[in-house]
């Protein structure tokens, strides 16, 4: 039986942009099944291989890579993007599957016109421009076509999906509202405390990860020394190696601006006075805790509704999505070989612990 929905419609929607669908660079550098692969997961019979999960989180992995250097906490970023680069590929061929079972199919012409808008867009509509491309990227025409009909069914199954939500309410804006207040906020100051750890001391006879793993355990000594009581100021004193460890680690109060972007991510989300958990940052390994934050001021309304109607929207299409995604796993064979792949039950991120009063 036919798909009961318009394809003609969503597709020429997919096309026109409002459903996204992946860039011509990026299609070139999705994953190609390898012919001797591990099997990372088989999803209703069709197979996900362990090349196909690292090509589709090669970006990831090349950005930890380059910037995690700590190496017990770069495997497992590492590992947290391969699990992640899995997930995707399982929702696609999720995603597929049900176009498959509802006997959906793409007129032929859909695919062609879309190419052709790629090309012009990408390659001035030049078609020998384009086939040399894929040459090089080492790609037939017939696996770029294939792969792009496959974009245009899950965008257009992602618009299927979340199709009706066209406006917030002014209940669900308010409850946004609420439970994000600070996205409608100018920036905020804190009053910060850090203590940094240099990752390298240059000790004879040790190597580069030795003294990685041996400072990062000095690291959470102290963490649990603060955690217990210690204070924050005396520690960072003794231990801390940077320019405010003769301040006891105070930065006094500053700008969101004024901090670097990972600093201020640790800053605005742990809880006044708590201690954070060990993070790499610039070469050290850091620990922070907050004495006071100030929260900005409003925005201008116009703007706080103008965010509100963009964000509640994005949110309710996201939770749509997610609820056909539940949906097609539940009544979907799932096998994951690779038990290193294999998604975790029940992770939760570790919570920050109070500090006690000092």
């Known amino acids: 039986m036919k798909a009961s929905f318009s394809l003609a419609l969503l597709f020429a929607t997919?096309?026109?942009?409002t459903v996204a669908v992946p860039s011509f660079a990026q299609q070139l550098t999705a994953p190609e099944v390898a012919s001797q692969n591990s099997v990372a997961a088989i999803v209703n019979g069709k197979v996900i291989t362990r090349n196909e999960v690292e090509m589709a989180a090669k970006y990831q992995l090349m950005m930890i890579q380059q910037g995690v250097s700590?190496?017990?906490?770069?495997?497992?970023?590492?590992?947290?993007?391969l699990r992640k680069g899995l997930s995707d590929l399982v929702d696609r061929e999720l995603i597929i599957s049900e176009f498959d079972r509802m006997g959906a199919t793409i007129k032929t012409q859909y695919v062609d016109?879309?190419?052709q808008r790629l090309i012009r867009e990408s390659f001035g509509g030049s078609r020998e421009q384009f086939l040399q491309e894929l040459k090089k990227r080492g790609m037939t025409w017939q696996k770029f076509r294939e792969q792009h009909r496959k974009s245009l069914v899950v965008a257009a199954m992602r618009g299927q999906a979340t199709r009706g939500v066209d406006f917030a309410t002014p209940e669900q804006k308010e409850q946004y509202f609420?439970?994000?207040?600070?996205?409608?906020?100018?920036e905020g100051a804190v009053w910060m405390r850090t203590l940094a750890i240099p990752q390298l001391t240059g000790e004879p006879g040790l190597t580069g990860e030795e003294q990685r793993a041996r400072q990062r355990r000095l690291a959470s000594e102290i963490r649990n020394r603060l955690v217990q009581g210690a204070d924050f100021a005396a520690q960072a004193r003794t231990?801390?190696?940077?320019?405010?460890?003769?301040s006891g680690?105070?930065?006094g109060t500053v700008q969101r601006s004024a901090l670097a972007p990972q600093l201020a991510?640790?800053?605005f989300s742990i809880p006044v006075k708590t201690v954070s958990q060990v993070f790499e940052f610039r070469g050290?390994?850091?620990?922070?805790?907050?004495?006071?934050?100030?929260?900005g001021q409003l925005k201008p309304q116009a703007e706080i509704d103008d965010l509100l109607d963009r964000l509640v929207q994005a949110d309710l299409k996201k939770k749509a999505m997610d609820e056909f995604l539940l949906k097609l796993r539940k009544k979907a064979t799932l096998n994951y070989p690779d038990p290193s792949l294999r998604p975790a039950t029940g992770d939760q991120k570790a919570r920050p612990e109070a500090v006690k009063d000092r």
């Not at 609420?178 to 100018?186: G, Q, S, T, Y």
């Open 14 to 17: 997919a096309v026109a942009g």
């Open 70 to 81: 700590d190496p017990m906490a770069r495997k497992d970023r590492e590992q947290e993007a």
């Open 113 to 115: 016109e879309d190419i």
């Open 178 to 186: 609420k439970k994000n207040e600070a996205e409608f906020r100018e």
């Open 239 to 246: 231990y801390s190696q940077d320019s405010k460890a003769a």
């Open 249 to 251: 680690g105070d930065w």
């Open 265 to 267: 991510e640790v800053a």
């Open 284 to 295: 050290f390994y850091y620990l922070m805790v907050v004495e006071e934050r100030q929260p």
